[in-house]
């Protein structure tokens, strides 16, 4: 029986362990890759402007209809009354011959619809990607930190311990362990704070991926062989590389070359409204067959045929009021388009200044945390022999903790600015986790 009860508390107490659920950066993109509410409504779109796409190859078809009818008339007084049904039947057929090539700007129109909905769609996956890798990247460096604060609080209730011990010795003064017990408090608010950082950095990446905030995941706290490769990664500037950036960039961002197909269909729709202007052909066909009995149908046939030209001539202005507004479309979508390639390279002369910025300051602080380091345990050692400050050792310690942040901080800024210029390139890849 104690066996049992024994084993059953070992089981509660183990269980939340077991059940916490590892979410690893590439399986939170996947997710937000499945669950992102944006993509999901322009794949949604996608459907419709093929839907429309259909429709546009389906206005240069002839259209088919059929139509069957009965009729019964009675004549009344009795002199000559009588009366008659008559059963017809029919099928006719119109086609559109010339209508100004407003359908073949409607069929290109469609098409780039279609184009630049699939283009916007591989936009968003990079975006939801780059956000996912930000988002996930705030949780790792935040946990980092926080083991940063408690290796100081650690550190500093030992300090607080040996000077205590070395106050009732009487080699320091009371005011050394005053001193002492504000730096161990402040290390254990630092503690607090960060934790509270790091959940709601958790928080927000379950609520971009549509998952329960309030769920326990376990998250990776090390930087992987790809991050640490990143890291290693040597910028030199280099404005014949930045331009050939540029040149790529402008070759793959997928909402530049949306914007690029949607302008083609403003001038699509410039093209629909000149057309106001030409005239229209159309062309029917006709077949029928009526008779006063069901059985005598289809003995006698009656066929059809005509073309109608259909000559615009006065329309109130209204067709050049809509040529108009569409050419003001069209200029105004133009001046979009220049102003968004005007940005990418922007963007990317930022991205890749800031990136070679990052690393210097990466291998800086790299070098700082060494240099202070090594800085508190002289201050350190001094102290201890007596022949240093308590304040002296409380700055070293400070400047230590700050220089390691600031690694931190610095590991993680250039990973980012490097996935920043992949998604500013247009070349970030999301392939690999669908």
């Known amino acids: 029986m104690k066996f049992f009860l024994a084993l059953v508390l070992f089981i509660v107490i183990t269980n939340p362990v077991f059940s916490q659920d590892q979410l690893s950066l590439d399986e939170a993109i996947k997710i937000a890759l499945q669950k992102n509410s944006g993509l999901i409504s322009q794949e949604n779109e996608l459907s419709r402007s093929e839907s429309a796409l259909d ?42 011959l ?48 926080l083991k940063v604060r408690e290796e100081d609080v ?21 005011a ?19 934790k509270n950082i790091l959940e709601t950095a958790k928080s927000n990446l379950l609520f971009y991926l549509g998952l329960d905030v309030l769920k326990d995941y376990k998250y990776s706290d090390v930087l992987t062989q790809k991050e640490l490769g990143i890291l290693d990664t040597d910028i030199n500037t280099d404005y014949n590389q ?9 070759e793959n961002r997928k909402d530049y070359l949306a914007q690029k197909l949607t302008l083609d269909s403003y001038y699509d729709n410039l093209t629909m409204a000149q057309s106001g202007h030409l005239p229209r052909l159309t062309g029917n066909l006709g077949y029928g067959t009526s008779a006063n009995v069901p059985g005598d149908l289809f003995d006698a046939h009656t066929y059809s045929a005509g073309l109608t030209l259909s000559i615009p001539i006065f329309s109130g202005f209204q067709t050049q009021s ?62 201890n022999l007596g022949a240093g400050k308590l304040l002296d050792v409380l700055i070293a310690n400070t400047t230590y903790q700050n220089a390691k942040t600031n690694y931190i901080n610095a590991q993680f800024y250039y990973i980012r600015l490097s996935e920043e210029l992949k998604y500013n390139l247009g070349v970030l890849d999301y392939t690999q986790y669908q």
Do not use: C, H
């Open 55 to 96: 429709a546009a190859y389906g206005n240069f078809l002839p259209d088919l209809g059929a139509y069957g009818s009965w009729d019964w008339l009675k004549v009344k007084p009795a002199i000559n009354s009588g009366e008659s049904r008559t059963y017809s039947v029919g099928a006719s057929s119109n086609i559109v």
């Open 176 to 194: 050394d362990v005053y001193q002492q017990q504000v730096q161990s408090g402040n290390a254990e608010l630092q503690v607090i704070q960060q």
């Open 322 to 383: 809509a040529i108009q507004s569409a050419e003001v479309d069209a200029m105004n979508y133009e001046l979009q388009v220049k102003d968004s390639e005007r940005l990418i390279k922007q963007n990317i002369q930022k991205s890749f200044l800031d990136l070679e910025a990052a690393k210097k300051g990466l291998l800086v602080t790299e070098k700082n945390v060494k240099a202070a380091e090594e800085n508190l345990k002289i201050e350190q050692e001094k102290y």
């Open 98 to 145: 010339f209508d100004g090539l407003s359908n073949y700007a409607n069929l290109s129109r469609s098409k780039n619809s279609v184009e630049a909905i699939k283009l916007a769609i591989e936009q968003k996956k990079q975006e939801v990607v780059f956000q996912t890798i930000n988002l996930y990247y705030t949780i790792v460096e935040a946990d980092q930190l």
């Open 154 to 174: 650690k550190q500093q209730q030992k300090n607080l311990e040996t000077i205590e011990e070395r106050n009732r010795l009487g080699s320091v003064t009371k």
């Open 242 to 250: 930045l331009n050939e950036l540029v040149k790529k960039a402008l």
